[in-house]
């Protein structure tokens, strides 16, 4: 397993919540002399950790000194179903005292996408911490994980991975016929801590194939999940057992 990488398997899903709400809660501990940026993941698996932070959690965090940007979003309104932005607005954002000009929607539904991209890496580059890369350097990144191993919106074959001089990229996504903005590596891998949240079964096989004994042969196809590598942060897997059925905390095959 590559250094800076970390397995955590947990009974149920619920621990693998509550460990992502205390590393939100020790970032905030930890950076009282700033404010904390984190980058909020997409999909369904999200919905879990912002009730439980909206409900359980919620004295813990300094909501007022959270800076919150979503690692990618679909080309869609904010009110649309399909909205990443309107999953964290109705399970967490709208539930907690954090300041609105402190929420930055990623505007993938932007009228010029390529202005949209330059807006929110201007953002990015003048809210969030230099890192030891000389990159934007995200507190906390959360990310999901998808069936076919793509993480945020890079999906397999897809121009987004190989982007290298951008923080933020569009990205046609052929398998889904649909557009999508996305964090590209650079910006993802100068996070400070990325947190993969992976729950259920079907993600199983993803899992063993990018985190098992075959994931570390030489030439082995890597999952874009498997390239989200922090050369100065720390990755970590957190995994309920149903989604870790494959293998162990150590990355052997169970
Ligand atoms: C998106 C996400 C995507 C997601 C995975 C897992 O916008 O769809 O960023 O990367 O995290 O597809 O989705 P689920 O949590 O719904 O399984």
């Known amino acids: ?26 970032a905030c501990s930890a950076h009282r002399e700033r404010r904390v ?27 007022e000194r959270l800076e919150v940007f979503f690692g990618d979003e679909r080309c869609v309104p904010p009110e649309h179903p399909d909205s990443n932005y309107r999953l964290a607005h ?6 907690v005292p954090i300041p609105e000009a402190q929420v930055h ?4 539904d932007a009228a010029d996408p390529a202005a949209g991209v330059d807006d929110y890496e201007d953002l990015i580059a003048r809210l969030v911490p230099t890192g030891p890369l000389g990159e934007p350097s995200f507190d906390i990144v959360w990310l999901g994980l998808g069936e076919d191993g793509h993480t945020a919106s890079l999906f397999p074959g897809t121009a987004a991975l190989d982007v290298g001089d ?15 903005m996305t964090f590209t590596y650079p ?3 100068a ?3 990325v947190q993969f949240l992976v729950l259920g079964g079907q993600k199983a096989p993803v899992v063993t194939r990018i985190l098992g004994p ?4 030489s030439g082995a196809d890597l999952a874009p999940a498997a390239r989200v590598r922090p050369a100065y942060g720390r990755v970590e897997w957190l995994l309920d057992r149903e989604a870790s059925a494959g293998i162990t905390e150590q990355g052997l095959l169970a």
């Open 1 to 26: 397993m590559p250094s800076g990488t970390c397995i955590r398997i947990f009974p149920t899903p619920d621990g693998v919540v509550q460990h992502a709400a205390r590393t939100l809660r020790d």
């Open 37 to 63: 940026c984190i980058a909020l993941s997409g999909g369904s698996t999200p919905a879990r950790l912002y009730r439980f932070l909206a409900e359980d959690f919620r004295r813990e965090i300094p909501w």
């Open 90 to 95: 109705v399970e967490l954002l709208s539930r």
């Open 105 to 108: 929607r990623m505007p993938a």
């Open 166 to 180: 951008r923080l933020v990229a569009f990205n046609e996504v052929p398998q889904l016929d649909a557009r999508r």
């Open 187 to 189: 910006l993802l891998n």
């Open 191 to 193: 996070g400070a801590v």
């Open 214 to 217: 075959t994931a570390r042969k």
